[in-house]
């Protein structure tokens, strides 16, 4: 299995721009998870996904940020438009089943300029 | 008040030498403890994956002891190599699906 597979792996924008990070679960894991990690704050869940359907999204911090999963096989995290504080990596992951151990992405480093 | 903490913040150690990582909690109750290693630019990896019954777990060099009563638990690093330098992440899940994570202690083994 190619495990969790994230794109862009670096992502270099500017202030006021959209930018989408992907995400490819591993396949059979019905539960999928977005983190961001900043060295103030250390990891952070985002949103949770179970059966492609958003379960908490208690951790999104605004509404410039969006998350979606169409299919089992895909999500996107969405900030429209960018600020430079959003500059983290952001991790994706997936498990079998909620209680499941948690498997990470590569993660996507972004930079707001 | 983050409700994992982790010591050292950092540490150095030679390589073959043994070392010690700290974390203490306030969750209670939870349904289990585990440790991560993040290697620079990458996610972190699961190392082990304890329940509150459980007092020991092993994998490969790696040991990790939990102490419920005292809410500790430590992950040892027996003969470290290169490869060990690393972040170590301590995380406790909350419940099914929510983990609360520590800043985590960054190892550095030099030769």
């Known amino acids: 299995d190619a495990g969790v597979i994230q794109s862009p792996r670096h992502e270099v924008t500017e202030m006021g721009q959209e930018v989408t990070l992907r995400c490819k679960p591993i396949s059979g894991h019905n539960s999928l998870f977005w983190y961001r990690q900043t060295m103030m704050r250390g990891l952070e869940l985002l949103i949770y996904f179970n059966n492609n359907v958003p379960i908490d999204d208690s951790g999104m911090p605004e509404d410039r940020f969006s998350a979606k999963m169409p299919n089992a096989s895909f999500s996107t995290l969405k900030i429209q438009p960018s600020e430079p504080r959003d500059s983290a990596v952001y991790f994706c992951a997936s498990s079998r089943r909620s209680v499941d151990e948690q498997f990470f992405g590569p993660g996507t480093r972004l930079t707001v300029l | 008040k983050n409700q994992v903490e982790q010591s050292p913040q950092s540490l150095i150690i030679l390589e073959g030498k043994n070392c010690t990582l700290q974390c203490n909690y306030t969750v209670s109750p939870f349904s289990n403890l585990r440790w991560y290693k993040q290697d620079t630019g990458r996610g972190p990896v699961s190392l082990t994956i304890m329940t509150f019954s459980e007092n020991t777990k092993s994998n490969g060099r790696y040991t990790a002891t939990l102490d419920a009563d005292t809410k500790q638990s430590s992950l040892h690093i027996t003969a470290s190599q290169l490869s060990d330098s690393a972040s170590y992440i301590c995380?406790?899940?909350?419940?099914?699906?929510?983990?609360?994570f520590g800043a985590g202690t960054t190892v550095t083994v030099r030769a």
């Open positions: 995380v406790v899940s909350l419940n099914d699906y929510k983990l609360s």
